[in-house]
C-alpha cells in the first residue's frame, strides 16, 4: 500500500466515522426530545395508576371488614 492509498483510506475511515458520530447525535437528539414530549402524559398515567392503587387498599380493607363481620356472625350462629 502506498502512502496515498494509505492517506485516502484513512481520510475514508475517518469520513464514515465523523458520519456515524453525526447520525448518532441526531438519534440521541430525537429520544431526547422524544423522551421531553412525553413525560407529562408518564406523569399522568403514573398518577392514575397511585390513585388507581389507593382505591384498589381501600376495597382490600373493605372487604376485609365485611369478612370480619361475616365470620363474626358465623361464628355466632354456631354458638347458639
Do not use: C, Y
Not at 407529562?40 to 380493607?61: K, S, V
Amino acid at each position: 500500500m502506498t502512502t496515498e492509498s494509505w492517506h485516502e483510506e484513512q481520510e475514508r475511515k475517518f469520513s464514515e466515522t465523523r458520519d456515524l458520530i453525526n447520525s448518532n447525535a441526531r438519534i440521541v437528539e430525537a429520544l431526547v426530545n422524544r423522551r421531553a414530549e412525553i413525560a407529562p402524559e408518564q406523569e399522568q398515567i403514573f398518577q392514575i395508576i397511585a390513585q388507581q392503587q389507593a382505591e384498589i387498599r381501600d376495597l382490600q380493607t373493605e372487604n376485609r371488614r365485611i369478612l370480619d363481620i361475616l365470620e363474626g356472625q358465623k361464628d355466632d350462629s354456631a354458638t347458639n
